[in-house]
């Protein structure tokens, strides 16, 4: 995507330099100011052969600054990226179109995106961002970035691509806590730091899963006296950058959480920023409305189906529309969108017992209005735990009740009922002889196309207790396969009846894997 530019060279730009928004919160803890990080400078020479010569094989992907390679060196000890910047073109890049009359040193407008990175990663370090290692600098004196190397892509790729399964709710929102983090760790550095490029394409993901916030080649830090910041003309990507922002005047952190905003709307969502595709093309404008008539049902990713517990759907885009508030001042700081999504993430995370399968499920009550995207018949939509004559398995019904009383998504208004979560069940609940005579309905993501292989459902507790096989494909469209099945498990006297239970299985592995392991293992 393109940059934005605007000349607005005389407006003095605001970062929260005297960190308003933790005074007013009455946190005044202010962290010292940030001490150089030490990072090695390489030689050009070393680079060249750690990326064999800056070839094909070692080429990572291309940005609009420049082209990205894998590099090995150390003999193989150091695994990095190296950004390599492309000549600049004096007519179209935005920072010598905004040269310094005094040719400054001290000003963005005087100094490479590369430079800049540099100049911002050797004072920043965190483990969410994309961390500085080095640098060089090549015969004509133009920058090289030694990065850490991000093997397994960027958010971008991993939501939107048509290859691969898209990730689960748990995933999401890990994701999204963790970009919040290093956002968060940028704001609060001191003097603060501004990305003004947070995108689903900058954020990059570690060799463990981790999201990593990346490119820093617009960056700003510095408080609002800095020169810096005084001469650098607006800039971002469009469809993230804040309306609000068209002068230096009008950058602050909360230009960031409105790029954050439209992240978070995009992770929820799985929609681009800008989609012409649909109506409106913008993810904000699209999605906004439809969060303010609380109609959450519509923002979720409709290839990946509910979160267990629905209020994480709804807390997710509450948050993300006051993000994207067009009022700079009523965006939250990015603290406090980090307290909020690790409220949501621990909603997300099944308990133990439940996460031992990693998958979520749901019991869904008949009053309920049926979901867009929802596979089932609403014949098949009446969910009950039945207590039948067990202390356990009344204890198994109350527990839903109390998880989910104060969390009634019904409540907030729009389509969404209250729902109940059989992922409350703890295997203490359940006792030692629980008894699963069970019909069920699992819905497992598939493509069309690939044979079915039933799965094996394993019922068990802390020990396995049994194992229930041959369930029955009820159905199958475009969403995945609706499986009933029933049976008892061996040696157990009391019955548990979760007659027409649905499960929607959120996991993260390949199709392949989901189906030929088995679905349920309790
Ligand atoms: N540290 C890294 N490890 C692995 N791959 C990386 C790393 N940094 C960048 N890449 C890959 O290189 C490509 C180009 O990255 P770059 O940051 O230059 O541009 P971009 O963010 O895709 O676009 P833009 O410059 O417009 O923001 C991306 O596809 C990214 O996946």
Redesign the pocket.
Known sequence: ???LSCNAESAIATCDPYYWDLKRKGRTRISKPNKAVKIRQFSYEELVAATNGFSAESF?????????Y?AILDDGKLV??V?KTKLLNPSTTSFQNYHHPNNCTNCSNCTSPAENEIEILSRVQHPRL?NLLGFCADSKDKKLLV?????N??L??ILHSNSRSPPGWTRRVRFAVQIAKAVQALHSSNPPVIHR?I?S??V?IDDNWNA?L??F?LALRGHVEDVRVKCTPPAG?LGYLDPGYLAPGDLSTKSDVFSFGILLLEIISGRHAIDVNYSPPSVVDWAVPLIKHGDFSGIGDRRIGYPADLAVIRQLSVLAARCVRSSAEKRPAMAEVVECLKIVAKKVHAPPIWNSFRRQARCVESSRPLMKWEVYDRSEEVVKITKLGSRRNSKVSSVQGAEYGSEAIGSIGGPMGRSKSVGYFSHKKMGSDSNLGANKSVLARRKPGLAVKMPVVRLSKSRSMGVLQSPRLVRYNSRGYVFEFGGKIPGTSTELDMSKLVISVDDDRSEKEMLEKPLVSI
Do not use: I, Q, W
């Open positions: 995507m393109g940059y990572l992907g291309k940005g609009s600054h420049g082209s990205v894998k990095a990226a950004k994309v990065v850490e190397f991000m093997p892509g960027c971008y790729d490029d995108k394409s900058n990059l990593r990346g490119d080649g990507t």
